[in-house]
């Protein structure tokens, strides 16, 4: 269109506005933003005529739409600060409000918009908003649409479509986290932005990314986030970057379906099939056609319909081909692809995926969520998504789930909202946007609200709503006098169910101690006749435990809950998909009663049990997950840890537990949280030499169930132990000679009693016999022997 054309265009527009024809000049503006979106006054007239004509929301997003063409446009910063200002968005409304101060050439304005500014800032007391800036290629934004929605009530979302790298640099200046969606050159030239280390940016990788040479481009120490939709991802990525996890921090945040566009509609056993999604070679559609043969050769009521399209030319003769000589061209049923795939899916019984590899699977999920039932081929990582339930191996298997008569359309949906629900999604999101926007410490910053709480709470008598089916499990040492002070205050969850252990204390302590028989929930106390240790006190105490759930408490230790209700709606969790369950926040207190951050473990809600087992094994690190952890008790009674463990009993008990299930999940609760009383003579700052052999001998439980569960290979399990046998050489001047040890008998160059004998004689680990080791010393070797493992 020609200059002198838009100038004529324009006019008439502004003679529409002026007459109040707002319907008609609203209808004219939305074919031009479409057909002339470079015209940025069109967009500030449509902003207008939607705001007379009383559509508010519709004139922001108008709004932010012509900002993501020209961010530093004073007609959009302003009418957007106004429309946030009506909307009572105040805080949105003061960010504009100072973005349009910076661009505004009218005194007038300039101090009209000062007097809104001061009156937010000081009689209003607002914040301003953060602004973020999402830049995907054109094309490639379907997976942000539901994610800015979600954020857009706190955050001020602008999404950029990038043509030029100009665009990038223009994005970046003005906002303040910048979200690359996908792994590609534009997070590649971002990282490399001359404001690259002031900004807070995120990356969110999908999975043909991790395929590709752009994370090897990228400078990983200027990205905050690495968003990785299926926790499988890192490992990927970590093999093509051994390092990057030391550069950024890497977090799983699954994709989200937005379940209030699926309704749930109960189905049974059938014969009408979908498939959706491009058709292509990583989707296996020489398998698509093997099953739909088989199943119309046992019942030709079979069919197998497609929403989908070709991106393969060679693939679409092939399969077309094939559906003449198999004679299934009244079996297979192109529909082409489906604008409303919610309809489309109305009259299916089963969802088919043959993919050879998946990040996740919309299509799939999309048509649980409608209570159909999945039948998924068994691609890499799949049951890392799907389970087991759902995934099958060969023709002949996925035959028999299709044809099954089991159908439970109520359980496909409730997988779905369980795990994979758009609400979740966000809401992490939301926490890394938080996160990540703040310019302090992010542990101090996220703690700061629940140490003020924490506060107000050990200041006050502590009240607790008792639960049922729970039992704390209190193993004690010559402290009766603070368990005692912290039973009256409450700071054990009040008057909840308890088991106390106490590991022979001296007299007074014992005496003062059965004098709290029955007080503040305290069940039973047993008296051990002789000083056992940590593991051995768990395993007493668990042996009078009643109850479904159990947790574990330090005898100087605190547990606080904000919330009782959600505490106790938490503990169902426990019976469906989540193994264990854990406060998010963990705080010190000193001896001076002040408090001070200890760990965040918000970055492990939702993540599986099989993950943190490898986590804790390549690490070392437990994060101190015991404190504040439930457990099932069923799970702690197959789990206790061997009496040898006097030391690193935990950390055993941990990881039997991840690796019997290594598929649940992990919750992280922000409903209560865990107090640590931290003092110079607490038992695990002595450091000798059983006790890192302790450790290490810890490290060959943990690395036999990464080997059970698949997770790690023998020669990944070997180097790990090998370099944390170097790792506390160098910080205690031991280490190695026992590691190696371990290593010869995993190795199989000694016997069990060869080991055995070498340990005893060297005075490694006290008392160490036949009797009391670790069950795992004897699986390994046999793990290997069954599984013909061969060594490098």
């Known amino acids: 269109m020609m200059e002198f054309d838009i100038e004529k265009i324009k006019n008439q527009i502004k003679e529409l506005i002026e007459r109040n024809y707002y319907k008609e000049a609203i209808e004219f503006l939305q074919v031009l933003i479409e057909e002339i979106p470079e015209c940025i006054e069109f967009h500030s007239m449509y902003v207008v005529s939607l705001t007379m004509k009383g559509d508010i929301r519709k004139a922001i997003d108008i709004a932010q739409k012509g900002l993501a063409i020209d961010l530093y446009n004073f007609d959009l910063l302003y009418n957007l600060a106004y429309l946030y200002m009506n909307n009572n968005e105040l805080s949105k409304a003061l960010t504009m409000y100072e973005d349009a101060l910076s661009y505004c050439n009218e005194i007038e304005i300039q101090e009209n918009i000062k007097e809104i500014i001061r009156s937010l800032e000081c009689e209003y007391n607002i914040e301003k908003a953060k602004k973020v800036v999402f830049f995907s290629k054109t094309g490639m934004d379907s997976f942000l649409k539901d994610i800015i929605k979600g954020l857009d009530s706190e955050f001020i979302c602008i999404k950029m479509e990038v043509r030029a790298n100009r665009s990038i640099d223009i994005g970046m200046e003005w906002a303040d986290i910048c979200w690359f969606e996908w792994c590609d050159e534009l997070i590649v030239y971002g990282s490399k932005n001359y404001l690259a280390n002031e900004k807070k940016i995120i990356c969110r990788l999908h999975r043909y990314e991790a395929f590709t040479n752009y994370p090897e481009n990228v400078v990983w120490e200027n990205v905050d986030k690495l968003i990785i939709v299926t926790d499988h991802i890192k490992g990927l990525l970590v093999k093509k970057i051994p390092k990057i996890e030391e550069s950024v921090d890497i977090i799983t945040i699954f994709n989200g379906v937005d379940m209030a566009k699926y309704k749930l509609k109960e189905r049974k056993y059938g014969f009408n099939i979908a498939y959706v999604g491009y058709i292509h070679s990583r989707k296996n559609p020489t398998l698509l056609l093997q099953i739909i043969d088989k199943l119309v050769k ?18 679409e003769l092939y399969f077309n081909y094939q559906i003449e000589q198999m004679g299934l061209q009244e079996n297979v049923v192109f529909e082409g692809w489906q604008d409303n795939i919610d309809e489309w899916l109305q009259d299916k019984n089963y969802i088919l995926s043959t993919s050879i590899h998946e990040s996740f699977g919309y299509g799939i999920a999309e048509a649980m969520s409608r209570g159909i039932k999945p039948i998924i081929h068994n691609f890499i990582f799949s049951k890392e998504i799907w389970g087991e339930n759902y995934t099958f191996n060969t023709v002949d298997e996925a035959i028999n789930m299709i044809t099954d008569m089991n159908y439970n359309s109520n359980e496909y949906r409730k997988f779905i909202d369980e795990n994979y629900s758009l609400e979740i999604q966000i809401e992490k999101i939301k926490t890394t946007l938080i996160e990540i926007s703040s310019e302090n410490n992010v542990l101090e910053k996220n703690l700061g609200d629940y140490i003020k709480r924490t506060r107000t709470k050990l200041s006050e008598s502590l009240g607790f709503q008792k639960i049922k089916e729970l039992t704390i499990v209190i193993p004690t040492y010559n402290r009766a006098k603070i368990l005692e002070d912290d039973l009256k205050k409450g700071y054990k969850l009040g008057d909840q169910t308890k088991i106390v252990v106490d590991d022979y204390s001296d007299k007074n302590h014992r005496k003062a101690l059965n004098e709290l028989n029955g007080f503040m929930g305290i069940q039973k106390i047993v008296f051990h006749n002789e000083n056992k240790g940590v593991a051995a006190s ?51 207190l000193d001896s001076e009663n002040k408090l001070s951050p200890g760990y965040d473990r918000g970055e492990f809600d939702g993540v599986t049990s099989s993950e943190i087992l490898k986590n804790i094994f390549l690490t070392g690190e437990m994060y101190v997950f015991n404190a504040g952890a439930i457990y099932t008790k069923e799970n702690v009674e197959k789990s206790l840890p061997n009496e040898i463990f006097r030391v690193s009993e935990d950390y055993v008990m941990l990881a039997r537990i991840l690796a019997s299930n290594p598929y649940k999940k992990i919750k992280v609760s922000e409903d209560y949280i865990y107090v640590r009383r931290i003092s110079n003579d607490t038992l695990s700052k002595t450091i000798n030499f059983e006790k890192l052999s302790l450790h290490l001998l810890s490290l060959l439980i943990s690395g036999y169930y990464c080997l059970k569960n698949r997770i790690l290979t023998i020669d990944e399990v070997i180097n790990a132990i090998r370099q944390r046998g170097e790792v506390l050489q160098k910080l205690y001047g031991y280490g190695v000679d026992f590691s190696e040890i371990i290593i010869m008998y995993i190795r199989n160059e000694l016997e069990l009693n060869e080991l055995l004998e070498i340990i005893r004689k060297r005075d490694f680990i006290k008392n160490l016999t036949v009797e009391n080791m670790p069950k795992e010393m004897i699986e390994i070797k046999e793990w290997i022997l069954t599984n013909e493992v061969r060594f490098l």
């Open 538 to 588: 768990v395993n007493t105490a668990v042996s009078f435990v009643k109850t479904k759930y159990v947790t574990f408490l330090g005898d100087d230790d605190i547990i606080l809950s904000y919330d009782d209700k959600e505490y106790n709606e938490n503990l169902k969790l426990l019976d469906i998909n989540h193994n264990i369950i854990i406060p998010r926040y963990v705080v010190n």
């Open 298 to 315: 046992i019942d030709k009521k079979y069919k197998l319909y497609i929403a989908g399209e070709f991106q393969d030319s060679l693939i």
